[in-house]
């Protein structure tokens, strides 16, 4: 190609020799002009600079209200005005940083509507609100004397090139911003921490930060990286249960407003993955948004829902660019409050330095009028005729005088002695001017010691700073390790699930066809065949599987619990095999042969069992031949459980006629151990945390709170726990419980020992009067107390006492008020070791029924005679108890 002119700017096209138009290079505007654009960007507008943790425009509007401050509060209107003589901007971009300063409540005390972080209101005009640098601005972002200069914009003005913040104020408010290429996330940080950290820091120890909204809710801080490019901080918000059939949201999640929490919380509700009657929003100073349920509806798997499928639940990835040196670098919120630190401890020693040579300069003069007056040297002059004169005749008087003094006299020290007024001469006192002198020599040496001990001066300097203005700033967000929730087992399952068995489709479309159960769009089905084969699928309108569909259900992912029974005849003329297995992974949309691969095998009976149950079938053999026994019953509980592989186990060789049904079973598996982790507040059965036990299906936890409120529940994956929670135990329905409390009216301690007679009610177990608390709860069968007397003014402290509470108080009804502890004052109440008891023995474990860990919190309630779609009861080989397939 040929090469033609190079063109300057847009460049203009021109044509060759040949008519043709040429193609013009626009290097220079790529070089040149984007470049100047992004580096504008970035260094000016978007990204914080690390010395004071301002952005320029947020770095002008305090140096307007600093130069605007008198005490008084300001029109914002003004301070903008103000501001525009150093920011090249217009005035809705400096309102709006002005307005984001004033909403973190820090530098800037606020007068009028700023708008409402919780609810995403904005503020009124700047016409009508106003603002004044705090006490706390004040005191940490100013120092004239040491600050920088710089020419404004237009060179009329002259602006800070950085203003002296000596307080980690970029960690403090947080920072976002995004540029050209290039963009930053600091999350804001705990004013008291920040300050420990710093201290820490000084200490030469370690410390770790961590963010902290003002939007409070809980986060998890596990990935948070230091706040380095690839870290993830996941925030949810409060949720709580208010009643059985209403949730609270009190705290929001950073980031979001109570606005955009609720519209996706409708949007969920619309798409069908939650459930709720209606949202009221009563925010005002604090956040309370009630999510009311329909009857029915679980509140814990709700608020597991709310995590999973809106807004109360968001992931923030912060992306620490700051400005060093006019260049952006990235940086750990480690490494900024280091910086930071040191950085603060270099401006104190600043100021101590210029206020130890002010404060000499102040000795010195002091000193040297001191002998002028004394010395009367100023009568010297009264001759003299010239200046030159006038000069060299007071030097010539304080030269026999000067030997204590720190430097020597300069000429400008003389003219500054002419300016003394007759007045100030006449009433020198003195000893008024020694004792000035001390003073000025006390501060000197106050100001070396601090110079020579500067680590501690900066870390008296933060603690003040703690003390002075960090009494309201404690934490907000709660740091807590999140649980993961899977989506699956929260939704709400909105859409029917239907199966046409002969023609071998499954799907949410098929309405004409057998209905199977409910569903969710995000579920997995699983699909049995009667030739043998499974299949795990996505849930959809319509899906074709195989013809001959035997058993279609919800499937559950690592589900060691679900035990699908299964006969199966081995091809054609082969043998017949039993088998048990579960079903944990798969491949999804993948055909697995159950029964061998050969063809024509063919399932002769089969069974899905979510709790392990295995029943007792009896097998009938055609007549051929000589056969002897053409019937006998097979007992699964004989049949170990392996995997989807396996063969199995021979029955018989010869022909199966049919397959019945004789007797239920009961699960063969163990009663399932349940564990609670306190990091997270939720049950596992992964080992983590305390081990509560071990539970049937008739198995309950007891919860009692420090309210005192008491309840008894079927344990449940999904359950949700209160932080004031105090005693949860497997309950034992012949121990009874001892509670000791204090009663608001008669302003005593009680005793009630009692058993939980209704399991399904949750109830007090102290008095309404809202002076009373729950002390002392005691699950043990001889439980044993220790009471604490006060000391009496004048006398010998009591003697403790210790109280057997199993003959102090009989068993009771749970509503009886109980008897009293002592009329005497008491300290304390302290726990000892429970008396010994030899519990009774208990049932063998096998001998006892297990729920499903997914329908755990399900009560068990007798089953039911199964249907068919036409609503008649089938007989003892309907499918879902066992089912011969000819």
Known sequence: MEEHEEVNG??????????????????????????????????????????????????????ALKEMDDGRYNKVANVVGHTMQYHPHGDASIADAMVQLGQKELLIDTQGNWGNILTGDGAAAPRYIEARLSKFGLEVVFSPKITEWQLSYDGRKKEPVNLPVKFPLLLAQGAEGIAVGLSTKILPHNFNELIDASVRHLEGKRFTLYPDFPTGGIIDVTNYNDGLRGGKVRTRARISQKDKNTLIITEIPYGTNTSSLIDSILKANDKGKIKIKRIEDNTAAEVEILVHLPPGISPDKTIDALYAFTACETSISPLGCIIEDNKPIFMGVSEMLTRSTDHTVEMLRAELEIQLSELEEQWHFASLERIFIEQRIYRDI????????????IDKGLKPHTKNLKREVTREDITRLTEIRIKRISRFDLDKAQEHLDQLESRIAETKHHLAHLTEYAITYFKDLKAKYGKDRGRKSEIRVFDDIEATKVVIRNTKLYVNREEGFVGTSLRKDEYVTDCSDIDDII?????????VTKVDSK???GKGI????????????TIYNMVYKEGRGGATYVKRFNVTSITRDKLYDLAGDKASSQILYFTANPNGEAEVVTIHLRQVGSIKKLKWDLDFADVLIKGRNAKGNIVTKYAVKRIELKEKGLSTLKPRKIWFDDTVLRLNVDERGELLGEFTSEDRLLIISQKGILKTVIPDLNMHFNEDMIVLEKWNPAKPITAIYWEGERELFYVKRFQVDNPDREETIITEHPKSYLERVFTDYRPMAEVVFAKKRGQERKPNLQVNLEEFISVKGISAMGNQLTKEKVLEINAMDPLPYEEPKKMEAAEMEVVDEEDVGAAPQPEPPARNSKGKTPGKADENQGKLFD
């Open 10 to 63: 847009a460049g203009q096209e021109s044509p060759d020799e040949q008519g043709q138009e040429a193609l013009t290079r626009v290097t220079g505007m790529y070089k040149d002009w984007f470049l100047d654009y992004a580096s504008y960007v970035i260094l000016e507008r978007a990204v914080p600079a690390i010395e004071d943790g301002f952005k320029p425009v947020q770095r002008r509007i305090m140096h």
């Open 382 to 393: 009264e001759e003299e005729e010239t200046w030159e004169g006038v000069l060299e005749a």
């Open 527 to 535: 699909v049995f065949t009667q030739s043998g084969q499974m299949m």
């Open 543 to 545: 899906i074709f599987v």
């Open 550 to 561: 035997i058993h279609v259900a919800v499937f559950k992912k690592k589900d060691k619990r």
